[in-house]
């Protein structure tokens, strides 16, 4: 089997992000375990705040269709998501309801695996939850580690892997999830 693909997305656009810094530390764990990644940056996939009326005369903007291409052209993908009030962050949540307008079923193509850095202690568990559900709630199949990753200011080290042994082998078990689940598919 060629290599697997793995779609390393982070719901936080902006240069300094965490999450950002969370899916380059993962494209290490991939690259490890002998997979091909590919970054998939927000920022080159710009649409506006979900509205009927400007669906009604615009139609699906061309960059949700992109990034539904992109997505179904993955055997796996990673979502780290930062968290805004227990919540995810509008960006992630435009980008996922925009995809759906563009079809229903490409989340039950690629495998997924999901994570949160933030500053705090508590990794994002809220951001994390509402992100299951509602990857669930299209038919996605995520693996069930998920890469809470708190005090994400000394998470990483200077090269931008993950710090921590104990963070290291949740990243790996969550990476082994998501092969084992694509080579079954
Ligand atoms: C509007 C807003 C709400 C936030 N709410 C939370 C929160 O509920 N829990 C939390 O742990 N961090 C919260 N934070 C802090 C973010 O976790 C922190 O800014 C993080 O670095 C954002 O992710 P990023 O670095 O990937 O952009 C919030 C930040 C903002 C801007």
Redesign the pocket.
Known sequence: MSKPIIGLL???S?K???????VAAMAHIFTKVNAKVRFIDLNDYDMPIYNGDYEDVNGVPDTAKKLVADLSACDGVFI?T??????I?PLLKNTIDWTTRVELGQFTSPVYGIGS????A???I??LRQLHFILNRLGAHVVPTQLGVGH?GKAFDVDGCLADAGTVSRAEKLAGQMLSAIKRR
């Open positions: 982070s719901g936080s902006r300094a992000s965490m999450n950002r810094k969370l780290a930062p968290e805004y009030n227990g919540c962050p850095a933030t500053p705090g508590l990794s994002g809220m951001a994400s």
